[in-house]
């Protein structure tokens, strides 16, 4: 499915010792006979990573290309391009009670918020977070809706203070649901597949918001289902409630998605869908991008041992579910041909996933001068015993996969950029524009969020950059699907 791109010459001549970076020069001189033999192979993973401009302008332009393919026709590339149904965004001048709920991995969270208007804006807001019991997450359908409504009906018989809903109406709700969806109006879609280690029975091929409102009808719970959305969608709608100017939103989580908004008439493969305002949400589903991407051995092996090989290969490069294991694996090779630990090589190094992406995030924030908190990471998470030049080591090859994963999500985001200027000239270039982001990777992790923006900023330029806002949204999906519910709202406000 991937193109992998030779690389380009200055990326070969990365071999040589005089082109060699000042980290791996200093490593190179304090390295001691336990971490010479693994150094090989930190060189060549580095030169596999390596994202220069010219491969970074290569993965824009060919995102760009994809999102334009998936609009023309149906799996008209590796990009989805789902229409959200999501036509009008919050201005701000929604007003009244709205609750949301956020199904989207083991938690599931559930939020009132008491809207003001433009001046008082948001009144109050209250969420609740319930972790879903494993049995129920392989269950049936019927239960798993139920332990949602059950909760959801508890958390409403807790509502006053300033939550108020006026005589005579049900209350709506937003749903935010993370999982694949073949939408089929702005309240309504067919689950495709349970994905995050759900496979919950009955679900498949049914109306979700049915389910929900069928369980909600057996808690006696009066509540109507305005949208249904995705996280992205919800990320977007949540920072453009504050601020106009936002227009992409991504989210850099376990998995990674992107969504943005587009002209109907730039959807060749929609010509009957109508909007008042002209304009649509598109959800990319870009995690399942592969052209061109700069792929190393490590990466080929993962994903063929994974539940979907040759799918999702972008998310398997740049997103947090992932990071960590390309890590391990990496370590692994220093482990046996390197001996990088000694002789032994725990059992618990060996063991898939073991070393998480908020491991390497954490690895990397040490300072200290014997690397002590990287040491005992390791030795937590995999078993290892470490000596100082080992830990160094180990601390370049989280940097070389942090770094090879924001700066591939920064041209994504360049590539969406184009793709809706090459279209309307102006709209993104020129004027203040703001791309939303949210998700656990990209809040935690200082190093990514630094190569991601860097990327963008080289990608761009000094002048274009300066106009693009790359904004973290906290818990913007939350509220923002309650004020999709608003937006969708059938009372008039
Ligand atoms: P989800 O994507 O499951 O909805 P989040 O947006 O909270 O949830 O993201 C959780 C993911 O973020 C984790 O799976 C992990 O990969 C990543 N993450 C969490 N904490 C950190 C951290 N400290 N450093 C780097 N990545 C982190
Ligand atoms: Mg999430």
């Not at 193109?3 to 001189?29: D, E, G, H, I, K």
């Not at 106009?244 to 969504?259: E, K, S, Y």
């Not at 991407?293 to 539940?307: C, F, G, K, N, V």
Request: net charge negative; proline share 4%; hydrophobic share 40%.
């Amino acid at each position: 499915m991937s193109t992998v791109l030779n690389p380009p010459p200055t990326v070969r001549s990365f071999r040589s010792p005089t082109s060699r970076s000042p980290r791996v020069s200093m490593l190179l001189r304090s390295t001691t006979l336990s971490t010479a033999a693994a150094l090989p192979i930190l060189t060549k993973l580095q030169h596999d990573c390596a994202t220069p401009l010219p491969l970074l302008r290569n993965i824009a332009d060919n995102m760009a290309a994809d999102m334009r393919a998936g609009l023309a026709v149906d799996g008209g590339s590796d990009l989805k391009m789902i229409l959200s149904y999501v036509d009008c965004l919050p201005t701000g001048h929604e007003r009244g009670l709205f609750y949301a709920l956020d199904l989207g991995g083991t938690n599931f969270r559930v939020l009132r918020t008491q809207l003001g208007g433009r001046d008082e804006r948001v009144i109050d807001t209250e969420f609740e977070q319930v972790s879903i019991p494993q049995d129920l997450m392989s269950g049936t359908s019927d239960e798993l809706f139920d332990f949602i409504a059950s909760a959801l009906a508890k958390f409403v018989k807790k509502e006053g203070g300033k939550f108020v809903l006026p005589n005579g109406r049900s209350r709506e709700t937003g749903f935010t649901f993370s999982f694949p969806v073949k939408q089929t109006s702005i309240d309504s879609g067919i689950l495709i597949k349970w994905t995050k280690g759900f496979s919950v029975s009955g679900t498949p091929g049914k109306d979700i918001v049915a389910c929900l409102n069928e369980a909600m009808g057996r808690q006696g719970l009066d509540m109507r289902v305005s949208a249904l959305v995705n996280d992205t969608v919800a990320t977007l709608a949540g920072a453009r409630y504050w601020d106009d100017d936002v227009m992409v939103a991504v989210i850099l989580g376990t998995g990674t998605n992107a969504c943005y908004v587009e002209s109907v008439e730039a959807i060749p493969k929609l010509p009957g869908h109508k909007s008042n305002s002209g304009k649509t949400i598109i959800n990319t589903e870009w995690g399942a991008f592969s052209n061109g991407l700069p792929l190393t051995e490590y990466d080929r092996a993962m994903d063929a041992e994974s539940i979907n090989p040759g799918e999702q290969l972008y998310e398997k490069t740049i997103s947090g579910m992932y990071l960590g294991e390309i890590v391990r694996r990496v370590l692994v090779r220093m482990a046996e041909t390197g001996s990088l630990f000694g002789k032994h090589i725990p059992e618990k190094l060996q063991t898939p996933f073991a070393l998480g992406t908020p491991n390497i995030s954490s690895m990397q924030q040490d300072t200290s001068e014997d690397l002590e908190a990287v040491g005992s990471i390791l030795y937590e998470a995999t078993g290892v015993d470490s000596n100082l030049d080992a830990r160094k080591m180990v601390v370049e090859v989280c940097d070389t996969i942090a770094k090879r994963g924001g700066r591939l999500a920064g041209a994504g985001i360049v590539g969406i950029l184009q793709k809706m200027e090459e279209d309307s000239k102006g709209v993104v270039f020129g004027k203040r524009m703001v791309v939303a982001m949210d998700g656990g990777l990209y809040e935690h992790y200082p190093q990514y969020k630094r190569y991601l923006k860097n990327a963008v900023a080289e990608l761009l330029g000094p002048e274009l950059s300066s106009h693009v806002v790359i904004e973290h949204s906290k818990d913007g999906s939350g509220i923002g699907a309650a004020l999709l519910a608003a937006t969708n709202s059938i009372y008039e406000h």
